[in-house]
């Protein structure tokens, strides 16, 4: 069972739709983290949401830390085949400096 | 460097071969970590590097996987006797302080298939 459960696993939508994605846990988390990775390279650090209720903008990609510091959410306004990855939440657990991953979303976009 | 290198990038070996896996963490991260990601699955933390303490060896999933890290630069992976099991991609981070609130900087990974 993972600790942090994305959904949906896969997604595939055409140029300009609009997509969210949800990381969810029954734990709370004093912050979470989103990734994205593209084919052969490594997870890239998105952003970082630290307080419950917040929300941060990178230009197109929306993300919230909800209240409780359960759950988190990406979205993303009119999506472009840019945006085709792997994206991964992540949150500190375990010890000191580890972080648990989800199983990751594979967003695919048509163009 | 400017980033987190791993050599080699892609590792063919054959069952029951070592293999060694060689990570170069961006200079000044005192805090570096290994991962493994299988195929359609999220990142397994295998070992923790940071500064001078002693390493956190949790994540190993058999005694066959060892690691090693010089001072607070290069750390090498190895891997014993492969198993079929093992074919992964290997990923290399490293972060400031390890405090894994701040998120890591990652490698491109080391793509190991054992045949």
């Known amino acids: 069972t993972q600790l942090l459960e994305q959904s949906p696993q896969f997604l595939s939508i055409q140029e300009g739709e609009n997509l969210t994605v949800y990381c969810n846990s029954s734990?709370?988390?004093?912050?979470l983290q989103w990734y994205r990775q593209e084919p052969g390279e490594g997870p890239v650090l998105l952003v970082t949401v630290v307080t419950g209720g917040e929300v941060k903008k990178l230009k197109r990609l929306t993300f919230q830390f909800g209240d409780a510091r359960k759950d988190s959410s990406l979205h993303i306004t009119a999506a472009q085949p840019g945006d085709t990855g792997l994206y991964l939440c992540a949150g500190p657990r375990g010890g000191y400096g580890k972080l648990t991953f989800g199983q990751g979303t594979i967003l695919t976009v048509h163009p | 460097g400017a980033g987190v290198s791993q050599s080699p990038s892609n590792k063919v070996t054959e069952k029951g071969k070592d293999v060694e896996l060689r990570c170069d963490p961006i200079?000044?991260?005192?805090?570096l970590y290994w991962y493994r990601q299988r195929l359609g699955q999220g990142l397994e933390f295998l070992i923790y590097?940071?500064?001078?303490?002693?390493?956190?060896k949790s994540g190993l999933p058999s005694d066959r996987f060892s690691a090693e890290r010089t001072g607070e630069s290069v750390s090498t992976l190895t891997i014993q006797r492969t198993q079929q099991e093992d074919s992964a991609v290997y990923l290399c981070a490293s972060s400031t302080t390890g405090g894994a609130g701040y998120g890591y900087t990652f490698g491109s990974g080391t793509r190991l298939t054992v045949v």
């Open positions: 590097f940071q500064g001078n303490s002693a390493p956190d």
């Open positions: 200079s000044g991260h005192t805090a």
């Open positions: 734990s709370v988390f004093s912050s």
